[in-house]
């Protein structure tokens, strides 16, 4: 029977993963090994993928790929077998952790303050994805790093510095990884660390709720022989479900110390603190002893003759372990088997070594790569067994919030339904700080206006600081609004059931369900969604994510839709908003589909994700949220923006052409003379100034150089409906998209005496037949042409650097850009001939 | 010449240093952390981050 038959709510056992390399791998390492209970929890509203649990824990599995698995319902079964590859392998699980040498555990932790040890401690935190570890460091360090309820939020390593006991630690944040096999970049990364950087002390973060999958890592840095100190992180949920887990019986088992912590409240840190001073102390007054992990008598017999090919080989330089080379070897790890052919002699190891893959699965009738998979699940289900008692209380918040938010026809309801209430509230419930700021705005405009002396300096600081700057802080609180909704969809767990649901959707793509986390986060900033991309396993669904990240219209573009939209849609906004998203999504399923058939032909990884149990996020991590970002955009004011404005102004202020202003001066002293001398009344005084300073401020934008630019490249946006400043409003925008808005601030500056919103003097904007500038379908395909092209310098060198070329950075540029004006185009000409 | 005239062209040369120096900085110099480039919307800091 094959797992794709269980049916909802059934139980049945682990026979055999079938399959090959990385797939099968990655389904052992997520605990799908022999004789492991499965149950079938539910389906995605699509049928696929489907929910299950297993060692404690939701993971979901499309149907695809379940029917790789064989399983069997009969207990009975699994229990004789059981029986048989015990004695196959030999392993015994009383056994406990072979140690080299003859200290015992408790030993090595013993303190020993007589001696003098360095004050400085380098510390690096690994764990499996969503175990904690960047809640734990940002306590410890008081940094305020981003935490999410789902997998891959830390993507590349941070550092924070901290004081304690007179120690100065410095805490390195590294990706969250089941194993350190090698097969995703994390993986890669994680190890890689490890071995060049050579932390003092490794804290391996393990989810106390998910704790038999979670030491699975534990094993392999056992393996690595790292001097390492267990956090056993998220303790609180372990006691909620009634178990009793004798910690201490099993920290002496394996021979490493195990802290209970509860990261998101700071519970166990200092005594996480305290341990590691002490185990640092050990490991610099003795010599450390390694613990080692039994593999069982045909595995143990095949790592032996392994050490004993490299008896004459000077392995120091490798900075691994003997034993930990021959059993990666042994793996067939293509890391590892790299570093080996540096070696002269590498043809007799790899000779040997095959000889005893060989042997491994004509005894043990499976793999050398499952044989150590099982054994260490093996190992850890025997330890577990001794010290963690059985569950007694089961929590059905998340079984009960799962069946409504994933059910079949609510599902993709509710998640739309989520998306229009994150708009509605981000427009609606923005726009009254948002009328505040705009009232500021004015005021300050207002009072340089009429408080300082006529000149080139009053101009920048009206025109090019409170215009350009003033235009775009003022959706400083939508934006707050925005990060509020991302912040408790991410915290909460919400967005592993977004990949959930749409993962059938996905996959109809040529994507995997796990690049909608980026997808999502592209939202937010495209930039760290593009880095997330590296969760994604294999390459090409990774590139084609990284290529399509950039349709998510990502906050800064926000801005440049509200202006508009509160002008021309204001009684749809929310509804143009989401529209908005959606074609952004659309364009980005339909690039996808294009680049898997053209691009990246080649098979996507198997759909394995963690589906974590619903949190309530705390009041203070969306805080630290919301202040990072609204932080964040009030530096971008006084930086990039700040900068672009100056520099429009300046472009748009220069040259002047003193004799066109002493004839415009001319015109209006005769117009005054005329008054004066009564010929005109006070009313037509006023409006014919008003019209001779427009003609002026019209030839003078024209003829300056921003005037020149936008003149020379408005022959390619004409067809778009798009006028010169339009046209330089977007160039200036490559740098980032809030600029668009600044620009449009500067160049369509408004009357001189009164400063009005940015809106108010953009729907006055005429042309000089008196037709508006902005019509509904003009702004339609310029809102588009926005959402689609050129993403942002920022986003272009992130897909250089995650890509590691500049080719798929200029693809991306030239391909969004093609897009944006292709879809305008045809907006606006369809647009029109309705219209006609 | 004009006082205001002369602030002016003091920000402008600041301005057009500052410039100069962002994009010699983006094309030139190896950053520690080489995907934010000057974007501080990145949810992700230097690599660096200080307590």
Known sequence: MRLSELHTGETAYILKVNGNGAFRKRLQEMGFVRGQEVKAILNAPL??????????????????????????????????????????????????????????SESIVQENRQHKVPKNIKVALVGNPNSGKTSIFNLASGAHEHVGNYSGVTVDAKEGTLHHQGYTFT??????????????????????????????????????????????????????????????NMYDELEQSGRK??????????????????????????????????????????????????YGRVLERAIEIMEREFQHIDITPFRLPLRYICIKLLEGDSEIERIIRQLPNHQNIFARRDKERAYIEKLLHEDAESAFTN????????????TLSERRYFSETTRKIDAIVTNKYLGFPLFFLFMWIMFEATFKLGEYPMQGIEWLVEIIGNFVRTNMADGPL???????????????????????????????????????????????????????????????MGFGCNVPAIMSTRTIESRSSRMITMLIVPFMSCSARLPVYLVFVGIFFSKYASLVLLGLYVTGILLAVLSARLFRKTLFTEEDTPFVMELPPYRMPTLKSIIIHMWDRSNQYLKKMGGPILLASIVIWF???????????????????????????????????????????????????????????GKFIEPVMRPLGFDWKISVSLLSGMAAKEIVVSTLGVLYAGNDDNQTSLQQRLKAETYPDGSPVFTPLVVIGFLLFVLIYFPCIATIAAIKEESGSWKWAAFSIFYSTGLAWMVALLVHQIGLLVAS | MDIQLIIVFIIGIAVAVKLGYEIYKFFFVKKDSPYCNGCTMCKIPDTKTKA
């Open chain 1, 171 to 232: 805490l390195v944040d590294l990706p969250g990884t089941y194993s350190l096999a090698g097969y995703t970049p994390e993986e890669l990364y994680v190890r890689r660390y490890i071995v060049e950087e050579q932390p003092d002390i490794v804290i391996n973060v393990v989810a106390a709720s998910a704790i038999e999958r979670s030491l699975y890592l534990t094993t392999e840095l056992i393996d690595m022989e790292v001097p390492m100190v267990i956090a056993l």
């Open chain 1, 651 to 709: 472009l748009g202020y220069f040259p002047r052409n003193m004799q066109r202003e002493a004839a415009f001066d001319l015109q209006i002293e005769t117009v005054k003379r005329s008054f004066t001398q009564n010929r005109i009344d006070e009313q037509a005084k006023n409006t014919m100034i008003a019209d001779i300073e427009h003609i002026r401020m019209t030839q003078h934008q024209e003829n300056s150089l921003i005037g020149q630019i």
């Open chain 1, 245 to 294: 887990f004798d910690y201490r019986s099993l920290a002496t088992m394996i021979g490493t110390p195990i802290i209970p912590t509860v990261g998101k409240k700071g519970l166990g840190i200092p005594q996480l603190l305290n341990e590691v001073i002490r185990f640092f102390a050990s490991t610099q007054q003795q010599n450390a002893s390694h613990p080692h992990i039994p």
């Open chain 1, 47 to 104: 049928k696929d993928p489907i929910k299950y649990e297993i060692m404690d824990y939701e993971v979901s599995l499309r149907r695809s790929e379940a029917v790789m698995i064989e399983i069997t319902m009969l207990q009975e079964e699994v229990e004789q077998k059981k029986k048989q590859w015990q004695s196959d392998a030999e392993i015994d699980t009383d056994e406990g952790f072979t140690s080299r040498t003859s200290e015992s």
């Open chain 1, 375 to 386: 054994a260490r699940y093996g190992f850890i289900a025997g330890g577990l067994e001794e």
């Open chain 1, 458 to 520: 009053k101009d920048l600081i009206v025109d090019g600081i409170i215009g350009g700057v003033g235009g775009v802080i003022v959706f400083l609180p939508n934006i707050v609004i925005l990060y509020l909704f991302i912040a408790f969809m991410e915290d909460s767990g919400y967005m592993s059931r977004a990949s959930f649901i749409m993962d059938k959707v996905m996959h109809k793509m040529g994507l995997h369900g796990k690049s909608f986390i980026p997808l999502i």
